[in-house]
C-alpha cells in the first residue's frame, strides 16, 4: 500500500514564525502535491513537484515555499506565518504510470495565533 | 480548464437507505474522474476512478458511480448505507491539459447517516 506521512498531526505556531511541513512518501511516486482544505472551499493547490528540485505554483502559492531535495520528500514552508493561514494541510503524491490518481497523507491542522 | 461541481453541501440519509452524491464537471474532453472519501480528521481515501471503459464503475466499501458524458456528471451511489459511510466526500477532475496529473476537486459533500 502506498503510504504518504505527514511530520505533524497538529502544529500550533505564533504570528511570523517560520514554519516547516513535511510530507515523506514510500511508493517511489513522481508528483507531490500541497493542498490546504478550509470549510466551503474545498481542496485548494498551493504547490506541486514533479520532479525532484522541480516546483510549480499551484491555485494559491503566495504566503508559501516548497523544497523537493529528495524524491521521496516534500516540504511545505511558511516564511512568515500568519494568522490566515491557520488550516488544514494535505500532502499527495501520484505517480506518472496510470490515471494520476492522488495518495494522500492524514494531514497537519495548523493554528497560528 | 476544468472545473467541479458538487451541488449539495450536507446530505441526511437514513441508515440501511441508497445514497446518491452528485457531481458535475466542466471539461472539453474525455475526463479522468476520481471520489475521495475523507472520515473527520483523516486524509482522504481514494473510493474509485474513472478513466475509460465501462462507464460504471465499482469501487471500495460498496460504493458505485456513473459516468455520463451527455450530463457531464459523475455521481456516486451506494444502496444501502451504513453508519460508518458517514464522511465528506469530494469529486475530482484531471484532465489532458494537465498531464492527467493535477486534479481539479469540488468543495465536497458532507454526509449525515441517522439511525
Known amino acids: 500500500d502506498v503510504k504518504v506521512t505527514q511530520s505533524s498531526r497538529y502544529l500550533v505556531k505564533r504570528t511570523g514564525e517560520k514554519v516547516f511541513l513535511e510530507c515523506v512518501q514510500d511508493?517511489?511516486?513522481?508528483?507531490m502535491f500541497w493542498y490546504r482544505q478550509d470549510p466551503g472551499l474545498g481542496l485548494r493547490l498551493i504547490y506541486f513537484?514533479?520532479?525532484?528540485?522541480?516546483?510549480e505554483k499551484g491555485d494559491i502559492p503566495e504566503g508559501y515555499s516548497v523544497s523537493r531535495e529528495k524524491k521521496e520528500r516534500f516540504s511545505l514552508i511558511l516564511e512568515s506565518a500568519s494568522t490566515n493561514q491557520t488550516s488544514m494541510y494535505l500532502c499527495?503524491?501520484?505517480?506518472?504510470?496510470?490515471?494520476?490518481?492522488?495518495?494522500f497523507g492524514p494531514g497537519t491542522r495548523l493554528t497560528v495565533t | 480548464a476544468q472545473s467541479v461541481t458538487q451541488p449539495d453541501i450536507h446530505i441526511t440519509v437514513s441508515e440501511g437507505a441508497s445514497l446518491e452524491l452528485r457531481c458535475n464537471y466542466s471539461?472539453?474532453?474525455?475526463?479522468?474522474l476520481f471520489w475521495y472519501v475523507q472520515s473527520p480528521g483523516q486524509g482522504l481515501q481514494l473510493l474509485l476512478k474513472y478513466f475509460s471503459g465501462d462507464t460504471l464503475v465499482q469501487g471500495i466499501k460498496g460504493f458505485e458511480a456513473e459516468f455520463k458524458r451527455s450530463q457531464s456528471s459523475f455521481n456516486l451511489r451506494k444502496p444501502s448505507v451504513h453508519w460508518s459511510d458517514a464522511a465528506e466526500y469530494f469529486c475530482?477532475?484531471?484532465?489532458?491539459?494537465?498531464?492527467?496529473?493535477?486534479?481539479?476537486f469540488g468543495t465536497g459533500t458532507r454526509l449525515l447517516v441517522s439511525p
Open positions: 511508493m517511489d511516486h513522481e508528483n
Open positions: 475530482a477532475v484531471s484532465g489532458e491539459d494537465t498531464g492527467f496529473q493535477k486534479l481539479v
Open positions: 471539461y472539453g474532453a474525455t475526463p479522468y
Open positions: 513537484s514533479y520532479d525532484v528540485k522541480m516546483k
Open positions: 499527495a503524491s501520484s505517480s506518472n504510470q496510470g490515471p494520476g490518481e492522488q495518495y
